[in-house]
């Protein structure tokens, strides 16, 4: 059974910095590239960052480039969400997602999810 297990959310002022973690069981990590959403209340749930299997390859939003940062490590079994300069727009529940085909902004492209951390920045 797949399990993904978000981690490191939290209350941070503007300006600041959270790394999250998304913990993987139950499957061959290493073969499936990694995605984070999020989501805010009373909006769609977002595209955030991506990163194929190998770690090689990784995309971004444009609201995050430059200031997030996805990688992995297939050994642990995790993949991280270095979050720095947070501005309050990036307040929203985190998800991270499991995907066997590299189409990162997609959805329906990701079969399993995590229960999600929240990230609350204040002004």
């Known amino acids: 059974q797949v399990q993904l297990v978000e981690s490191g959310g939290g209350l941070v002022q503007a300006g600041g910095s959270l790394r999250l973690s998304c913990a993987a069981s139950?499957?061959?990590?290493?073969?499936?590239?990694m995605g984070w959403f999020r989501q805010a209340p009373g909006k769609e749930r977002e595209f955030v960052a991506a990163?194929?299997?190998?770690?090689?390859?990784?995309s971004y939003a444009d609201s995050v480039k430059g200031r997030f940062t996805i990688s992995r490590d297939n050994f642990r079994s995790t993949v991280y969400l270095q979050m720095d300069s947070l501005e309050p727009e990036d307040t929203a529940v985190y998800y991270c997602?499991?995907?066997?085909?590299?189409?990162?902004?997609?959805?329906?492209?990701?079969?399993?999810w995590g229960q999600g951390t929240q990230v609350t920045v204040s002004s």
């Open positions: 997602g499991r995907s066997r085909i590299w189409r990162p902004f997609d959805r329906a492209a990701y079969d399993y």
């Open positions: 139950g499957g061959s990590f290493s073969i499936y590239s």
């Open positions: 990163v194929k299997w190998s770690g090689s390859t990784t």
